[in-house]
């Protein structure tokens, strides 16, 4: 037996009596955050999920996430995290696409009525049998009608549960990553994928019994989940959850929380640095004194963030590279070997990492190629989408990245560009086709080419060149407005140019580099 949810039975046996989780001033030691897990496994049971069933989750960082997830997981289900700012034919999309027989969801908001919107997605899925609402208070009544709640499920379960056995080949958990064309396909991670990658993030930090992690990037995506929860817990770390990232939050995790670990993305970091300490809010010197590490990952961290960083609050920030389809770390600047400026470092333990042409053929050292992958963190494979798995691997026993970087005479990585058209917006891949194809709904937009454009704050921002239908009008910010209704947050356009026309090949497709190139030039 391998089950991933080891990382927590585990803790509870160890430390039970220890503090797992903080968010607020909610606190859940081990031994109960355990219960729950329990309650919520024989919730599933009760309700007919089965081992290998799918079973979604749309949730901040907030207690809910941990004992909903390890629950998933005791039952022998696999986990299905979903974007928090996705719509409701977004969350549709997901829980047709995954088979999923179950989905849980926050209430979320009045500025982010998460719940609202998860349970409009649900209702458009048959398969999906079960809904139950995460509600701000565990025990209140459901603020959506014909929604039940968590509250409603747990009420007479034991906090008793044998973990279901799985092998390690079985799936763990489902996550769902951008492209370069098409819809999200979801990255079918075993039990041995994610444990294994837990154990190189948890030695990799050099995680130790006292560690705090301040945890505010999300949970449901890989680089929280695995290098900080899947980690934390099976060192039994204490997690202080986030559920929004700011400065502040971060900076009293630290100083009030006694957080020692940070992890996050590049904007992250900015904003960190750009923090104004109006009223000596923060005690700088003793919060230089408890954090002892930071580490960044989900795009390049300029330079000058590091040692700004660094020079500010007088800690080590290391930066890793990985994806979604690698649970996500594959290489990492490790803290026994000396760091070079833009580097991502080494592969890490049991992982082998090379940088092919496009014969799938090695490229000397210093040579630039596509990075591909091999080893204990590789995806079996995108779920029920085998040309797609069978494009990432070309023939090969290599997860090709599409990330073009090369390897210098030390053996340290760099990742020179991106996949061809992904944008990414602070940590967040992008695909501009799904974009494209919401957009072309619109009834006034004939044409449209969504690309990337360099932003000081994001790293890179969405911008859409629209052409109209003849006879129609709309400005710029009232399509704006109408993308922002119609998809995530993050993925919006925040810039919108309407073209008499678009640049095209002979054959009819959109040069998207001369595009680039043209606004670049301005």
């Keep these: 037996m391998l089950n991933l949810t080891t990382v927590l039975d585990y803790s509870a046996q160890e430390y039970g009596d220890k ?39 749309s949730c901040p960082n907030i207690p809910y996430f941990p004992m909903v997830y390890y629950g998933i997981l005791k039952a022998g289900a696999v986990v299905v995290p979903l974007n928090v700012l996705l719509k409701s034919r977004e969350i549709a999309y997901h829980l047709t696409d995954s088979d999923a027989k179950a989905y849980f969801c926050f209430q979320g908001t009045p500025e982010l009525p998460m719940g609202e919107e ?11 049998k079960n809904f139950w609402l995460m509600t701000a208070d565990p025990q209140g009544p459901s603020p959506i009608a014909g929604a039940d709640t968590l509250g409603q499920l747990l009420a007479s379960q034991s906090d008793d549960f044998d973990t279901v056995c799985t092998n390690p080949d079985d799936t763990a958990v489902i996550l769902y990553t951008s492209g370069t064309t098409g819809q999200p396909k979801g990255a079918e991670l075993s039990h041995s994928n994610m444990v294994m990658n837990a154990i190189c993030s948890r030695d990799l ?13 999300p949970l449901f995506h890989s680089f929280g989940q ?12 204490t997690l202080i959850l986030i559920p929004r990232f700011s400065a502040e939050a971060i900076f009293d995790a630290i100083q009030n929380g006694g957080a020692t670990v940070f992890a996050g993305v590049p904007t992250m970091y900015w ?3 750009a923090y104004e300490n109006r009223e000596n809010r923060f ?3 003793k919060i230089s004194q408890t954090l002892r590490l930071g580490a960044s990952g989900g ?13 500010k609050y007088n800690i080590p920030i290391i930066e890793g590279y990985g994806l979604s389809e690698t649970c996500p770390v594959a290489t990492f600047n490790q803290m026994h070997k000396p760091r070079k400026p833009g580097s991502i470092g080494f592969p890490i333990w049991g992982i082998e990492v090379k940088v092919f042409n496009e014969n799938n053929e090695e490229v000397p050292v210093g040579e630039v190629g596509e990075i591909v992958i091999r080893g204990h963190n590789v995806m079996k494979g995108y779920y029920k989408k085998p040309e797609a798995t069978a494009a990432a691997f070309k023939g090969t026993t290599w997860f090709h990245t599409g990330d073009v970087g090369r390897m210098d005479e030390d053996g340290f990585f760099y990742i020179v560009d991106r996949v061809k058209d992904m944008i990414i917006r602070g940590g967040f891949n992008i695909y501009p086709r799904e974009i494209e194809e919401v957009m072309l709904t619109h009834p006034a937009i004939s044409l449209v080419a969504v690309i990337g454009v360099p932003d000081d704050h994001y790293g890179e921002e969405v911008r859409a060149v629209v052409v109209l239908k003849e006879g129609q009008q709309a400005t710029p910010e009232e399509i704006i407005a109408w993308c922002k209704e119609q998809m995530a947050a993050y993925k919006y356009p925040r810039q919108v140019e309407i073209r008499d026309s678009l640049p095209m090949t002979a054959t009819g497709k959109i040069l998207k580099k001369e595009l680039k190139a043209e606004i670049a030039g301005r």
């Design 271 to 273: 904003a960190m640095v």
């Design 118 to 128: 998860g349970f409009r997605g649900f209702q458009e899925v048959a398969a999906c």
């Design 283 to 285: 005690d700088f010197a």
């Design 226 to 237: 695995t290098v900080q929860m899947n980690a934390g817990m099976m060192r039994g770390n």
């Design 299 to 311: 795009a390049s961290l300029p330079m000058e963030i590091i040692k700004a960083v660094e020079e």
């Design 205 to 217: 930090l050099r995680l130790t019994y006292d560690d705090v992690h301040a945890i505010a990037l």
């Design 19 to 57: 503090t797992a989780i903080i968010c607020g001033q909610q606190q859940l030691n081990f031994r109960q955050l355990n219960a729950y897990a329990c309650r919520i496994a024989n919730g599933l049971r009760q309700a007919g999920v089965e081992p290998g069933d799918k079973v979604a989750i």
